[in-house]
């Protein structure tokens, strides 16, 4: 049996498709009548503190996010193998966000929409794409999608991992101690990373003045992956001082962006509501459905979180 515990999204349409997709399998929600202990498989999206309770014959938990920090930190959650959500269409989504952000700050849109404003024709060049450098932070499912999207536009690529990453057409760099050496050379920082210990507060007013002052108005950072990892005062302060010439945030450290934080105001700060990336129902039912029946018929599960890493 498959139980259904999505929060802040369509769980009645999951759950219509889903029953579809997987044929005779039982598929419940919350408010159904059946035995928690028969429940082999839970589906969740932001579960609540009871969610679960009772299920005590439990063989995976599968996550909607592809993002898994908030689950890991579930007061109850049980010690199931917990399967992420990975998705093509989900990369495709994000790197049209990456690219769409990287491409206006690489082209200096901050600057000549505030000549625009000011009526004022100044012809400053901006470099060609080749003499930008994007470093990319986090070089998995969606880092490794990005870098090959933003390859065929002829930017200079960089990336940083955990561990070391060799992939055509851009620079790897690994590790806490080559970070710094990352920094300098990237001109517009890219966040995709895992929030984990290691990594929350990672964009930080000493990370912001390691990076190379190259491009116009100076380096800008894109951060599409948690709310966590950003410090939103060290945002507002390089924005504002000029460490930064601008930033993209699709999230924050509370969500929804509480209407007095100063980011609102702030011009060279890009703001969107934590849609960068949302998982489709098409995708999401053909994945895992597949994922039940494989695994039903003795399969290994695939895109398994390690606890122990965190992501
Ligand atoms: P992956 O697990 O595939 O990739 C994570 C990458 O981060 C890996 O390259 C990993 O290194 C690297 N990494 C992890 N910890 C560290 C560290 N301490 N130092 C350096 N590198 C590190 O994740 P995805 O690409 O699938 O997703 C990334 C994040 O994007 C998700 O966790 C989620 O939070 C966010 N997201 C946001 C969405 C949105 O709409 N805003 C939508 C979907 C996801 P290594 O390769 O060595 O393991
Ligand atoms: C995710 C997200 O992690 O939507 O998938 O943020």
Known sequence: MLLLHLSDVDENSWATKLRDALGGYRVVQRGDDFDPREVRYIFVW???ADAFDGLTGLRAILSLGAGVDALLKHKALPDAPIVRFVDADLSQRMSDYVVAHVTMHHRLYTRFRADQTARRWTQLYPPAASETTVGIMGMGVLGQDAAKRLLPLGFTL???SRTPKTIDGVTGFAGQENFDDFLAGTD???NLLPLTPETTGILNLETFRKLRRKLDGGP???NAARGGHQKE???VAALTDG???AASLDVFETEPLPQDSPLWAIENCYITPHIAAISSET???RYFSQMIRDHEAGKPLINVVDRQ???
């Open 46 to 48: 932001k579960p609540k």
């Open 158 to 160: 960089r990336s940083w």
């Open 188 to 190: 517009i920082l890219v």
């Open 220 to 222: 800008a950072i894109v």
């Open 233 to 235: 005062a060290d945002i």
């Open 243 to 245: 460490t930064l010439g």
């Open 283 to 285: 995708t999401g039912v």
């Open 309 to 311: 890493r965190g992501y």
